[in-house]
């Protein structure tokens, strides 16, 4: 492919975005709904370089050094007087790198020029099923309701891809939805060798590494808003990932050539409980076979795994989760995230796996736009891995001034003016000292940026 055409495909979903935001606009231009988010900014550090060191463990806030945005353009293209509706969502996503001033050179994956593309396009149809007539049909590309541990920048349930679903359906107490999407993914490698001779006699002998695309059907289903303890309710999900096989590749598991693709399943239970102005959420998580390597990770991976790389069919997994809001008191307002994972087998060499984080932000409120916040972030995690046990452990520590919107946590724009301290007391898994002229620890200050609309 030619520098011109590679050029030509990266821009493509930009493109794509303009030319789709135009015509919604042509269309009815009042009736487009225009969303975003944005987060940038500056760092700088000791150690003469911009390290982040685990944010999904310790926390983001003061601990990163890339920038994400996002354009969301909706619109209702039908409305009738008996409830009846179709609506239409697209959505351009991208992150960019915060050390340069040329990263407009975006790759269709990540890259250190940042990637971009288009993560949702969707249309829903509300009304139109006669027994069901709150129920919304959709079909498309969507990331159906994640729930993400904001503070610490991943997903503890995620459900995303090209698919077709049907939500808001009244089952009693609650609220009933039902998707199922495409999460096709590889096979684990195998290598075949060819040998070529050539006129002289000489003998030259090529490994070529094969993997095989599996058909994988994502199904999610949701019982929401179910009335729970005093104010409290309850949401039940179940994922389930069904592997579809053909003949090739069960011949090659049956050879041992490959390892063995596996159906699994994630339940999970989400508790969540207003507290005054803020709210309280827990999360119980369970998984057995490829799942469980997810749970364990904690911010290394933020979606769940729907990779073959590894033999996971002895593995099992266990979650909790607890995070929210609090005001301590009307000027005091904290943030929190408690996590714990423990899985066995998750690999046939990773025995083990023990995590905990917690990470704390107390914010004094000094009017409606100004706060001065703190964040303390501690985790330790402790693999077994061919019986010998491999140990990360860090801490952090931020300071920062706060222009906001408002004062809650939550409130948007955020523009915050920090210092972190970062150390990495223990670095066994990683494998080397996470900063510059290999120091374990660090000290950075910066600006930061983050709004959403």
Known sequence: MTKNTTRNYQRT????????????????AQAVDFHGYV??????????GQNAYLAGKLGRFGNETGGWWSMVFSQDLLKTDDGKSFGVWAQLEGD???TGNDDWTYGDTYGPNGHMGMTAYYVTAKGYIAAMPEATVWAGKRAFETHE?????????????NGAGIEGINAGPGKLAFSVKRTDTN???WYTTSTTTDSSGDTTTTSTANTS???VDFFDIRYAKLPFISDATVELIGQYGMVDKNDEQEDLEAAGTIVKAENAFI?????TKPVGKGYNETYFQYTTKRFANNLVALGYNDTLSTSFDNDYSDAKAFRFINTGETYLTDDVVMQHSITYATGTDITPTLEKANAFSVVARPAYIWNANHKTALEMGWFKQTNTVSGED?????????LAQVITAGPGIFARPELRFYTTYIKANEHEISGSAPFNDGKDDQLSFGVQVEAWW
């Open 187 to 189: 096979s684990s490698t």
């Open 390 to 398: 491999k140990v990360e452990e860090g801490e952090k520590v931020t």
């Open 39 to 48: 987060r940038s900014g500056i760092m700088e550090s000791n150690n003469g």
């Open 13 to 28: 979903p930009l493109a794509l975005a303009i030319a789709l935001a135009a015509t919604l606009g042509a269309t009815a």
């Open 213 to 215: 695309k599996y058909n």
């Open 267 to 271: 339940p999970t239970m989400i508790i």
């Open 96 to 98: 960019t790198p915060l």
């Open 149 to 161: 541990i904001q503070q610490l920048d991943w997903k503890a349930v995620h459900s995303a891809g």
